[in-house]
């Protein structure tokens, strides 16, 4: 199920908060993997932040090749977690429990060199894997510069389809999406901003001199 919910931040922002629940088997070694779509609309404004939290329960974490594609954007969020030319299949941790942002200074395709789960489901705050390339690329080509990021999105248009996807690229290990929460920050335009400033003031100005 999908719930999207709009509401206003401070100067008129918007905080588009999409909740999917999913609850559903990534299909193991299977690079159609899932795909969930929903539509934002009405919303005004240029996106200035995205954020995704994402509930990825048992597998395999190296296996699993995730990402975000909106109207004006793409941003890698998972591309086979520890992964390179001296691991070949990555992360052997079952899940993730995890927000991406690009505010956060740890990438997470080498988490482990911050947090070890202990084989368990990964907590924290995390920056998106970023790395765009494909996921069946050869270990050696692992990791890459990070170019897919959320910040792909910022200043364009929020409004239309989005589209959330995960699959999971080696045999072994079964993975659950439970749910994942995409928010998205939009902020009005130039000219709204300075209309909202002026009648501030004016109201300041008019208990001013009713004081007076």
Known sequence: MTVLAVTTAAWGQNLITT????????????????????????????????TVSLDVTGGFNGDLYAYLAGPGGFAVLLNRSGVSGTSTYGYSDAGFNITLSDAS???????????????GQLTGTWAPDGESISPLSSPSSFPTTPTATLSSFANTDANGQWVFFIADLSP??????????????????????????????????MLRRRKA
């Open 19 to 50: 909740n999917i629940t999913v609850n559903t088997v990534v299909p193991d070694n299977n690079p159609s993997g899932l795909a969930e779509a929903f539509t934002i609309s009405g919303v005004s404004g240029a996106i200035s932040n995205v």
């Open 105 to 119: 200074a740890n990438n997470i395709h080498f988490y482990q060199n911050v947090l070890n789960p202990g084989g």
């Open 172 to 205: 072994g290990g079964q993975s659950t999406l439970q749910n994942v929460v995409v928010n998205i920050l939009t902020v009005p335009e130039p000219s709204t901003l300075v209309l909202a400033s002026l009648g501030g003031l004016g109201m300041l100005a």
